[in-house]
């Protein structure tokens, strides 16, 4: 089991920008695993770290 705390529960995290979710919130809302969420994540990852830009879902 993994405890967490917060202190505010929210529906969703906002992008930047504040006009919608999270790019990644986005990306992984579908998936039902973390198995399959982490190359999605990773992915993610790498390309900001090369500058590539993100497309939107």
Sequence with gaps: ???VHFVQEVPFIWNR???GWC???TMCSEEESAEAILPLI???LEKIRSG???QEK
């Design 1 to 3: 089991d993994i405890k």
């Design 42 to 44: 990773r992915d993610f």
């Design 23 to 25: 790019p990644v919130e």
């Design 52 to 54: 590539k830009k993100l």
């Design 17 to 19: 920008d504040h006009t």
